[in-house]
C-alpha cells in the first residue's frame, strides 16, 4: 500500500567539526538522503560550528508498507557534512543517522510529539568521531486534503535569505543576546583569532618575534545565542602566523568546549530590592 509524505529537515546547527583547511577552519555544508532524494544546506564559510538555521523541505516523499510500519519504524534519514572547497569536489567530513518523528494523516499536530524536538546526533568520520549535528526530522502524511491539510510553517521570515526557510518557531531554540570578552596576559603569540559560532574577531598581531607577547589584550564579540547553555556552540582559538602577501599560517588551535562556568548572570535588581527591603 502507498503512502505519500512530507519529509521536514530542521537542520539547525554543528559543533566541533572537523578542520578541513589549512586555516584550522572549515567551509561546511550538510547534505540530506532520504529515499531517492536530497537535498543541501548553504554552506558557511571558515567555521567549525555552523549554525544553518534551515529548513529542508522533501515533498511527495512516496512509501509502501502498512500505515502502522511506517509510524513505528519509519526509513532511516542519512546525513553527510562536506566542506566546499573553492576548486574540486567537495570534501567528506562526516555523517550520521536519524530517524524522523512521523505523524499520519489522522493524528493530531500536537504536544508530546509535535513539533519536534532539536537533539544532538553524533557525526562520525570513519570510526573515529568528528562532531555533532543539533536537528529535528518529522515525516508527515499528506491524507486526502492534499498538502493543504499539513501543519503550517511557523516563521521567522528572513528576506535577507531569499528563498532559504529558517527552522520554524516552536523548535528553534530562544535566543539571547551574549558576549564573550577575552583578556591576555603576556601570551606568547604570533596572531590570535577566536571563532565563535558565525562570528571571528582577530586580535593581538606583533611582528619579528619567537616569542612575542601581549599584554593585558582585550577583544569582545557578541552573538544571538539558546538560552539553553547545552546547545551553546564551543569558542574555538586559533593562532596564526603572519607572512608576507597576506598569507597566514596555522600554529596551533584550541577548543573551549563549554562556557558554562564562564557565564556571568547579572544579578536581578528587583530580587535585591525585596532582599533589602525585606
Known sequence: EKQVFQLRAHMYQARSLFAADSSGLSDPFARVFFIS????????????CPTWDQLLVFDNVELYGEAHEMRDDPPIIVIEIYDQDTVGKADFMGRT???????MSD???????????????????????A????????????GPGGKSDLPPID????????PILPVPLGIRPVLSKYRVEVIASEHQILMFSIVWGKRACVWGQTSHSLHPTLDNQHTSA???????ELLHPPLNIRVVDCRAFGRYTLVGSHAVSSLRKFIYRPPDKKAQHWNMTG
Open 131 to 142: 562532531g555533532d549535528l543539533l536537528a529535528a526530522f518529522e515525516l508527515l502524511q499528506i
Open 97 to 103: 543517522f536519524a530517524k524522523p518523528v512521523v505523524k
Open 155 to 162: 516563521g521567522p521570515t528572513d528576506v535577507d535569505r531569499g
Open 222 to 228: 557578541s552573538q544571538d545565542l539558546p538560552e539553553n
Open 107 to 129: 493524528e493530531h499536530y500536537c504536544p508530546p510529539r509535535f513539533p519536534p524536538q532539536l537533539e544532538y546526533y553524533q557525526i562520525y568520520r570513519g570510526n573515529s568521531t
Open 37 to 48: 532524494q536530497s537535498q543541501c544546506t548553504e554552506v558557511l564559510n571558515e567555521t567549525l
